[in-house]
C-alpha cells in the first residue's frame, strides 16, 4: 500500500485561505486499473478564535480523476485543526 499527501494554502484577508491537500493512494494488490486513487480539487477555509484558543475550519471537494472501478468519483472533506502558536 503507498499513500502521500501534499498540503497546500493560500492565505487571503481577514483569516480566509485556500487550500488543496488531496490524499493520493496505491494498492500494489489490485488489478491494474483498480489500483490507483488520485483526487484533484480544494476548498476553502478560516481561522476563527475561541476565547484564547485558535482553530481552523476548512470544506472542501475532490475529484477522482484515477479511482478503482467500485470507488466514489467524488468525496468531500470538513477538517478542524487547532493551532497552537508560539
Do not use: C, H
Not at 481552523?56 to 484515477?66: K, L, P, S, T
Not at 467500485?70 to 470538513?78: D, E, G, K
Request: charged share 20%.
Amino acid at each position: 500500500m503507498f499513500s502521500a499527501q501534499v498540503a497546500v494554502n493560500y492565505k487571503l484577508k481577514n483569516r480566509w485561505y485556500l487550500t488543496s491537500a488531496p490524499l493520493i493512494s496505491a494498492n500494489w494488490e489490485a488489478d491494474k486499473e483498480d489500483r490507483w486513487t488520485v483526487p484533484l480539487g480544494g476548498g476553502i477555509g478560516r481561522v476563527f478564535k475561541f476565547n484564547k484558543m485558535a482553530v481552523a475550519i476548512d470544506v472542501g471537494a475532490y475529484y477522482n480523476v484515477e479511482s478503482p472501478r467500485l470507488a466514489n468519483q467524488w468525496y468531500s472533506q470538513m477538517l478542524v485543526n487547532f493551532l497552537f502558536p508560539k
